[in-house]
């Protein structure tokens, strides 16, 4: 049967509270034994969750923007480079079960817009970008959740709902 | 030298109100000898922007989230069937000048935050997805207009900013 | 009415004669009143034909796999940035009624490839690839034509039996 | 650090003989700890390769032409869905280390082009789309391997010279 995935999208560039978010969601992903996807890059929310996944002993796939394997996150098991720019975006948002949004500008916020397009539940890590905008992306659902833990038992919450737990 | 490229984002479905301005901002961007670049769909903001463009003698561009020419408006002069889905979202956004967001669900919020991103300056038609949203995207600027003539004379003023008046 | 769209495909590098003859099959499809496709950099074939287009007044679109539309032959009239690198090659084949492709290298035999798996007529301007090749690419149908003068006649019956003449 | 990854082509339609050469050489690509990469979809050389991947205990990822997961083989461990259609070949090239290339038609041909453009090794198992093909298509090197175990041995020499062994 196909792995579970959870995309966990976010900025390239990140604070140190995202930063540090993003490295836990990552290593409890690990833990629960899904899979971790993300835009690949060795920098910000997808160079700090790849790490967290990896020191968890989890797996981990990154998607990248670029056309070159050095791009890449080293903490990363498989990278599959584009070459694509953004448009790679909706793959990542269409692999996932589950989207987790950290911190981010207007790509993260592509994807969240996608991912709400394409009915995918989507939970908010310590990020809100105000209701206006969640409910007039479409039928996905979405769940504000302050901590790393917290978004954690979100995601289980939602994979059970569609019958992945 | 290069055509100016106005693209108008917004719902394959849409209620009367954002179908008139759809055809009304499309009629407004041929009078002023702009191109029209659409998502290219028969439905929606995206027929009504290319029938006013034709209406009003201007030329109009529509790329296909299809494969199929046949999923193109019968008013759009040149069409670009694509067969990628919403990847070709970021193609829109990059190909325009400004980019013209009418009401929408989640396809356009992910092309409304793309070009917030990629700095193309983006005037919100009788549409707004609160600031929360909007100013998380990045680094482009953007406008409320309440009507299409509105919207035109932003157009006009980000063109003359950005030298193509 | 949609415009009837010539994709003309060919190397980003090209030698004299392959330069010539992409500059006369552009001035030609103009001469036709067809619309000109290509893949919009400022060298090799893409140049050479979006300026034998413009020289003979017709209009032209070029699919950039650049993100910047500074990446793009002064030549075309409409200018389509997608930054998703060889991606825009399906964008290129479908949008077109006829592909015309001159000497070129992967990308150019890529393009061939997917054009005739998509059932898009091919016309092959000084440029032989081998049968072998050519004839497991699908159900799409190619011809060899030596001059550009040949390939213009060979478009045209080929639109003829599409019904596009 | 990443895995190793191997793509394997071919068609979605596939007669015996290359149904049982993709099985095999994904039963080889497994044994050897290398990762299997396709397209994903439950037909042809996609599905054999994958289940003969899984029967070996192998790891492999699937990235459809399709939007939807459903669209996948049931063997494959990881789907990413696209729904770019043919665009979506450039990224199972580019996440190659190597690529093997059974009997295809213009999917396929169009990504041993892409291949050989973006200078990744090319492993024809018993299909041979000639050498004006091949020699056209750019700084990319290819190798021909009648049967399963001959490819395997070339993926091994390629991957040493590339210090992936």
């Known amino acids: 049967m196909r792995r579970t995935v959870i995309g966990v999208m976010g900025g390239s ?13 990552g290593r409890l992903i690990a ?20 790490h967290g996944c990896r020191d968890a002993g989890g ?8 056309a070159e394997r050095e791009a890449a996150s080293e903490h990363l098991d498989i990278v599959i480079p584009t070459g694509m720019g953004a448009a790679r975006n909706i793959a990542n948002v269409l692999a996932s079960d589950v ?14 817009a996608l991912a709400l397009r394409f009915e995918r539940p989507v939970v908010l890590l310590d990020f809100d970008p105000g209701a ?11 769940y504000l ?14 994979l059970k709902e569609l019958d992945r737990a």
Chains 1, 2, 3, 4 share one sequence.
């Open 99 to 112: 989207v987790v949004a950290c911190r981010g500008q207007g790509g993260t916020l592509s994807e969240i």
């Open 145 to 158: 959740a302050e901590t790393p833990a917290a978004a954690a038992t979100q995601i289980a919450a939602c």
């Open 132 to 142: 206006a905008f969640l409910d007039a992306c479409g039928p996905g659902r979405w």
């Open 59 to 66: 797996l981990s796939v990154g998607i990248l923007f670029d």
């Open 31 to 50: 833990a629960h034994g899904w899979l971790l996807l993300n835009g690949g890059r060795p920098t910000g929310v997808m160079d700090a969750s790849a």
């Open 13 to 25: 560039v990140a604070d140190e509270r995202t930063t540090e978010n993003a490295y836990e969601i």
